[in-house]
């Protein structure tokens, strides 16, 4: 079965603390991974398209990487603002249309 | 920017009613889909859409229907709604990829 997995479930970090955020899936090939922020009573806002291994992506304090089985989110100096739950989701090569399979989430808080 | 509205922000209805979740995306695209998300089972892909009057079942469409008579838009139907049903749902847009979402519609089975 595909699945995507999410680590830690939630995270608690320093304003300024640097810390990564995992994304592990289970098949080679993929069609895309996909990283979104969601905030609460919110839908998830997309951030990142990642495509094949070594590719990176940078937006603000975030960045985020791809290799052949995992992805992290890496926040840089870390602003309050920047608590979230991130969403990874990846578009397996056998998906139908353009399914997603989403992973768990990870809750962030940074706190001042 | 894309713009994906859902009808309601929140809705409270009552065992065994129809229940109607409207969608509407202002950019032309082909795909839509319904997810629902609740706690410690992420989204969930109910139905998607990659046409006008086509439907695809997600991975847990029990339960539920959807209706595209129109590109825009795309409607979820609860057919008789049960409580375990209570959750946040979402819908989304693409013309390939990424999907973009709506602000959900969290909707209460009392």
């Known amino acids: 079965e595909d699945q995507v997995t999410q680590s830690p479930e939630a995270l608690r970090l320093q304003e300024g603390e640097s810390s990564s955020l995992n994304c592990s899936y289970t098949?080679?090939?993929?069609?895309?991974l996909f990283w979104y922020r969601q905030d609460p009573g919110k839908g998830p806002e997309f951030l990142f398209t990642?495509?094949?291994a070594g590719e990176e992506k940078e937006k603000e304090r975030l960045k985020a990487t791809l290799t052949k089985k995992e992805s992290f989110l890496h926040i840089t100096a870390p602003k309050p603002e920047d608590s979230a739950t991130y969403l990874c989701?990846?578009?397996?090569?056998?998906?139908?249309?353009?399914?997603?399979?989403f992973g768990g989430g990870t809750r962030v808080l940074v706190k001042p | 920017d894309v713009k994906v509205t859902q009808s309601s922000r929140y809705l409270v209805k009552r065992t065994g009613e129809k229940v109607f979740l409207e969608c509407v995306q202002d950019?032309?695209?082909?795909?839509m889909f319904w997810y629902r998300q609740d706690p410690g089972l992420g989204l969930r892909l109910i139905y998607f859409?990659?046409?006008?009057?086509?439907?695809e079942k997600g991975d847990i469409p029990e339960g539920y229907s959807v209706s595209r008579e129109k590109k825009e838009r795309f409607s979820l139907i609860l057919e008789s709604a049960s409580t375990n049903q209570t959750s946040m749902y979402l819908c989304?847009?693409?013309?390939?990829?990424?999907?973009?979402f709506g602000d959900g519609t969290r909707l209460s089975i009392l």
């Open positions: 859409s990659y046409d006008v009057k086509m439907k």
């Open positions: 989304a847009s693409s013309f390939y990829q990424p999907q973009h």
């Open positions: 950019m032309d695209h082909e795909n």
């Open positions: 990642l495509y094949s």
């Open positions: 098949v080679s090939g993929l069609r895309g």
């Open positions: 989701a990846v578009q397996y090569p056998k998906a139908a249309g353009n399914k997603l399979t």
